[in-house]
């Protein structure tokens, strides 16, 4: 069982950039479709980002903002988010799966539930 910590949450005001690394350990990243989802404490789990393989999924709604990016090297990914909105704002956790032919699946559906391994996130807040 792969085991994720997440790190690179803060805060930051609108229209600005912060980045988020996964450390993977215990097996290898790269054998897994790692994901990056975000949660309000009041809402669902979603699905933003995810990579396997070279490819590269991402929902509509960070499209063209956020870049998912692997690093083999160090077993980990990361998240490049720029032109960040207030309703960025959220907890945002890594997810891995070995699922890997789901690995779309996992963005924006909720296949998001069924991820096996998870971080214990950090915190995004977004000022307006």
């Known amino acids: 069982q792969v085991q994720l910590k997440e790190s690179g949450g803060g805060s930051v005001q609108a229209g600005g950039s912060l980045t988020l690394s996964c450390a993977a350990s215990g097996s290898t990243a790269s054998n897994y479709c790692m994901g990056w989802f975000r949660q309000a404490p009041d809402g669902e789990r979603e699905g933003i980002a995810a990579?396997?393989?070279?490819?590269?999924f991402y929902a509509d709604s960070v499209k063209g903002r956020f870049t998912i990016s692997q690093n083999n090297a160090k077993n980990a990914i990361t998240l490049q988010m720029n032109r960040l909105k207030p309703e960025d704002t959220d907890m945002y956790y890594c997810g891995a799966d070995d699922r890997v032919w789901a690995c779309g699946a996992f963005i924006a559906t909720q296949a998001v539930h069924t991820v096996q391994s998870w971080g214990q996130g950090t915190q995004v807040t977004v000022s307006s």
């Open positions: 990579i396997y393989s070279g490819r590269t």
